[in-house]
């Protein structure tokens, strides 16, 4: 009984995992604990530092306006010195960002460290990453292989948000920033256990924008300006969620418990993507998340922003799974891992930026409405995604 159990237990993860990956697994559990643990108060922190909403999105546009133009020559290090590398200096960054933002209580000039710090590290890490996962990956896994990373992510955004919570309900956000930086750092660790074999190569800077505008690409770019969604998702709704919430700990406790309803369920997505139509998955996933978004003007009760977190979650999930292990196909069957892998990244902050940029004009014009003309503009981004 036991061993049938396991033995159907067992489809829902890769049989061919290559060593480089699993040691990637366990940087990603770490790393995503510790980012996970503070990002989403940030834009609280922020607004606590005296930051208007519109200073907090002008802090986060300036980060990616900076990293969609030093994006290639993350690529170019990268390529030069080895992802594991580049993915490891981009820690360093990382941590220079966090004590940038504990800086800011007693200097408000830590800003202008802060915002080149994430935007660097933005550059190091996403080309190097999303590259691994499309060399190292298996073909025939390769769904499973991202719902299993996917769904670390998600364990790791479980135990992260609570710890953050309440970290800040015995303590205060230096406290937190300090366990935060001690977890990245030592999240360096599994890269370091199989030396990485590499052959340097080149990468073209201009190259880089010339196939961002390339027709052939059209469709696959705007697909990825459906994560404008995820800049309203990440920076905008913790805001409105602690709006109900009052207090740090409630939000952790609440995001934590919504996060953990979503993890089987994505190790079952993967193997269904494996198995199933790709595109298909990823149309249904991105059809269910638009329509969350829609129901997001709706919530005002703190079981409904339960409700409605835990399904965006999931929803999002759906997506993501096939979205992802599309990309990383592509990369090797045109055998330009590294150039897909940007094309990718400087697609999602262009979406990223219009996304900033639409929320400055509907605060502008219509400040009364504002959450609910947000969550419709997000729910519009979101069904770009199934354009792939």
Same mark, same amino acid.
């Given at each position: 009984?036991?061993s049938?159990?396991?033995s159907?237990?067992?489809?829902?993860?890769p049989?061919?995992?290559?060593?480089?990956?699993?040691?990637?697994?366990?940087?990603?559990?770490i790393l995503n604990?510790?980012t996970?643990a503070?990002m989403?108060?940030?834009?609280i922190?922020?607004l606590?530092?005296n930051y208007?909403?519109?200073?907090?999105i002008?802090f986060?546009l300036s980060?990616?306006?900076i990293?969609f133009?030093i994006?290639?020559?993350g690529?170019?290090?990268?390529?030069r010195?080895?992802y594991?590398?580049?993915?490891?200096?981009?820690?360093?960054?990382?941590v220079?960002?966090?004590?940038?933002?504990?800086?800011?209580g007693?200097?408000p000039?830590?800003?202008?460290i802060?915002i080149p710090?994430?935007?660097?590290?933005?550059a190091?890490?996403?080309?190097?990453f999303h590259?691994?996962f499309?060399?190292?990956?298996?073909?025939?896994?390769?769904?499973?292989e991202?719902?299993?990373?996917?769904?670390?992510?998600?364990?790791?955004?479980?135990?992260?948000?609570f710890?953050?919570?309440l970290t800040l309900?015995l303590s205060?956000?230096?406290?937190l920033?300090?366990i935060v930086?001690l977890?990245?750092?030592?999240s360096n660790?599994?890269?370091?256990?199989t030396?990485e074999?590499?052959?340097?190569?080149e990468?073209?800077?201009?190259d880089?924008?010339?196939?961002?505008?390339a027709?052939?690409?059209?469709r696959?770019?705007l697909?990825f300006?459906?994560y404008g969604e995820?800049?309203i998702v990440l920076?905008?709704?913790? $805001?409105?969620?602690?709006t109900f919430?009052?207090?740090?700990?409630?939000?952790?406790?609440l *995001? %934590? #418990?919504?996060?953990l &309803?979503?993890?089987?369920?994505?190790l079952?997505?993967?193997r269904?993507?494996d198995?199933?139509?790709?595109?298909?998955?990823?149309?249904?996933?991105s059809?269910?998340?638009?329509?969350v978004w829609?129901?997001?003007?709706f919530?005002a009760?703190?079981?409904?922003?339960?409700?409605i977190?835990?399904?965006?979650?999931l929803?999002?999930?759906i997506?993501?799974?096939?979205?992802?292990s599309i990309?990383y196909e592509r990369g090797?069957?045109?055998?330009?891992?590294?150039?897909?892998?940007v094309?990718?990244?400087?697609?999602l902050?262009?979406?990223?930026?219009?996304a900033m940029?639409?929320?400055? $004009?509907?605060?502008s014009?219509?400040?009364?409405?504002?959450?609910?003309i947000?969550?419709i *503009? %997000? #729910?519009?981004?979101? &069904?770009l995604?199934s354009l792939?």
């Open positions: 009984m036991f049938r159990f396991f159907y237990l067992s489809h829902f993860f049989r061919h995992l290559a060593p480089q990956l699993r040691e990637l697994y366990v940087t990603i559990g604990l510790a996970a503070v989403i108060f940030e834009p922190y922020l606590q530092r208007q909403l519109s200073g907090v002008g986060y980060v990616y306006l990293y133009f994006m290639p020559f690529a170019k290090v990268a390529l010195f080895g594991n590398k580049s993915i490891i200096v981009s820690s360093l960054f990382l220079g960002y966090y004590l940038s933002l504990l800086g800011l007693s200097a000039v830590f800003i202008l802060a710090s994430l935007a660097i590290q933005k190091l890490y996403w080309p190097g590259s691994e499309a060399r190292y990956g298996d073909p025939h896994e390769e769904a499973r991202v719902s299993n990373r996917e769904a670390i992510d998600i364990m790791a955004s479980v135990i992260g948000p710890l953050g919570g309900y205060n956000f230096s406290t920033f300090i930086c977890l990245i750092l030592i660790l599994p890269l370091l256990v030396p074999v590499f052959t340097p190569g990468f073209s800077y201009l880089a924008y010339r196939r961002l505008l027709p052939e690409n059209r696959y770019v697909s300006f459906g995820e800049f920076v905008l709704w913790p $805001i409105y969620m602690f919430m009052g207090s740090f700990l409630s939000l952790g406790s *995001v %934590a #418990a919504s996060t &309803l979503t993890t089987t369920i994505i079952y997505v993967g269904l993507a198995h199933s139509n790709k595109r298909d998955v990823l149309k249904i996933g059809v269910l998340y638009t329509l829609c129901l997001r003007p919530i009760t703190i079981s409904g922003i339960f409700a977190d835990s399904l965006s979650r929803t999002k999930k997506l993501t799974v096939p979205q992802l990309i090797r069957e045109t055998h330009h891992i590294m150039r897909n892998s094309l990718f990244e400087m697609s902050v262009i979406g990223k930026i219009l940029l639409a929320i400055i $004009i509907v605060f014009i219509w400040p009364l409405n504002a959450w609910t947000i969550f *503009v %997000a #729910a519009l981004f979101t &069904l995604y792939l």
